[in-house]
C-alpha cells in the first residue's frame, strides 16, 4: 500500500510517500516561501524521482493542525483534490499526532509544543505513540506544570519547544530537547500514521475531513468583537 503524506501546518513542510514499512521518499523544505509555491511541485518531484503516478497510490494522509492557518488550509484542500479526482482514501492526523508518532521511541514522554504566541502553545503528551493527555491550547507554564507532575522525562519537540527553550530549561530541568535539525516535524511521521490508520480501516468522510485549528482564526475573534 503506497501513502502520500501531505504537511503543511508549520514553516517545515513537503510531502513524503510510504509504503509498507519503507520510506519511499521525502521532499522537506524549511524557508520562507508559502506552501501555495511549494507543495505542488514538491510532490511532483517526489512522484517522478520515484517513477510513481498518483494513481499508483492507495490512500492520502494529511497534517490538519493545529499550526499555520494557510498552511493548513492548503493541505488539507491538496488533499481532499487528490483523493476526490482519484477515488482514493483518506485521513487526517493532528501536527501533534504527527509529532508524537514521529517520536514514539522515545522511553518518555513526547511533548509537542506549537508556538501560539504569547507564551501560549498547542500542546499534547504522547507516549509510545499514543495520547496521555487532551490535546490543547494552553500556557506554556500549564504544560510545564503537567510535565513535573509526571515520573519520565518529557521530549519537548516542535517550534514551541525552541521559541521557549531558555523558560522551559530554567522551570523544567528536566526537560531532553533533540537537536534542531531533527526536532521539527517530518511529513513521514504523518504518512506513516496514515498508513497505520488506513491499513487498520481508519480513514475519514472526504466531505467531513476540515482543518483542526483548535482556536478561533484572527477574522472569527474580530468579528466576534464587533457582536459583543
Given at each position: 500500500?503506497?501513502?502520500?503524506?501531505i504537511?503543511?501546518s508549520?514553516?517545515?513542510g513537503?510531502?513524503?510517500l510510504?509504503?509498507?514499512?519503507?520510506l519511499?521518499?521525502?521532499y522537506?523544505?524549511n524557508?520562507?516561501t508559502?506552501?501555495?509555491e511549494?507543495l505542488?511541485?514538491a510532490?511532483?518531484?517526489?512522484?517522478?524521482?520515484?517513477?510513481?503516478s498518483?494513481?499508483d497510490?492507495?490512500g492520502i494522509?494529511?497534517v490538519?493542525?493545529p499550526?499555520?492557518?494557510?498552511?493548513?488550509?492548503?493541505?488539507v484542500?491538496?488533499a481532499?483534490?487528490f483523493?476526490?479526482?482519484?477515488g482514493?482514501?483518506?485521513?487526517g492526523v493532528t501536527t501533534?499526532e504527527a509529532?508524537?508518532?514521529?517520536?514514539?521511541?522515545f522511553p518518555g514522554?513526547?511533548?509537542?509544543l506549537i508556538d501560539?504566541r504569547r507564551?501560549r502553545?498547542?500542546a499534547?503528551?504522547f507516549?509510545n505513540?499514543?495520547?496521555?493527555?487532551e490535546?490543547?491550547n494552553t500556557?506554556?507554564?500549564?504544560v510545564?506544570?503537567w510535565?513535573?507532575?509526571q515520573?519520565?522525562?518529557?521530549?519537548m519537540?516542535?517550534?514551541g519547544?525552541?521559541?521557549?527553550r531558555?523558560?522551559?530549561e530554567?522551570?523544567?530541568?528536566s526537560a531532553?530537547?533533540p537537536?534542531g535539525?531533527l526536532?521539527l516535524?517530518?511529513?513521514?511521521?504523518?504518512?506513516s500514521?496514515?498508513?497505520a490508520?488506513l491499513s487498520?480501516g481508519?480513514?475519514?468522510?472526504?466531505?467531513?475531513?476540515n482543518?483542526?485549528y483548535?482556536r478561533?482564526?484572527?477574522?472569527?475573534m474580530?468579528w466576534?468583537?464587533k457582536?459583543t
Amino acid at each position: 500500500m503506497y501513502v502520500l503524506g501531505i504537511d503543511t501546518s508549520t514553516m517545515t513542510g513537503g510531502a513524503a510517500l510510504v509504503r509498507t514499512g519503507t520510506l519511499v521518499g521525502e521532499y522537506v523544505l524549511n524557508i520562507r516561501t508559502t506552501h501555495s509555491e511549494r507543495l505542488l511541485p514538491a510532490i511532483k518531484q517526489l512522484l517522478d524521482d520515484g517513477n510513481i503516478s498518483l494513481e499508483d497510490i492507495d490512500g492520502i494522509a494529511v497534517v490538519t493542525g493545529p499550526g499555520s492557518f494557510t498552511g493548513i488550509r492548503i493541505g488539507v484542500a491538496t488533499a481532499k483534490g487528490f483523493a476526490y479526482s482519484l477515488g482514493q482514501d483518506i485521513v487526517g492526523v493532528t501536527t501533534l499526532e504527527a509529532y508524537g508518532w514521529q517520536f514514539k521511541f522515545f522511553p518518555g514522554i513526547v511533548m509537542p509544543l506549537i508556538d501560539a504566541r504569547r507564551n501560549r502553545v498547542y500542546a499534547q503528551g504522547f507516549v509510545n505513540g499514543e495520547p496521555v493527555s487532551e490535546g490543547e491550547n494552553t500556557s506554556l507554564l500549564h504544560v510545564l506544570e503537567w510535565c513535573k507532575a509526571q515520573e519520565n522525562p518529557c521530549l519537548m519537540v516542535g517550534d514551541g519547544a525552541f521559541a521557549y527553550r531558555s523558560q522551559i530549561e530554567e522551570k523544567l530541568p528536566s526537560a531532553v530537547f533533540p537537536p534542531g535539525e531533527l526536532g521539527l516535524l517530518r511529513p513521514s511521521a504523518a504518512a506513516s500514521l496514515g498508513h497505520a490508520r488506513l491499513s487498520a480501516g481508519i480513514k475519514d468522510d472526504l466531505f467531513e475531513l476540515n482543518p483542526s485549528y483548535m482556536r478561533k482564526t484572527e477574522a472569527e475573534m474580530k468579528w466576534n468583537g464587533k457582536q459583543t
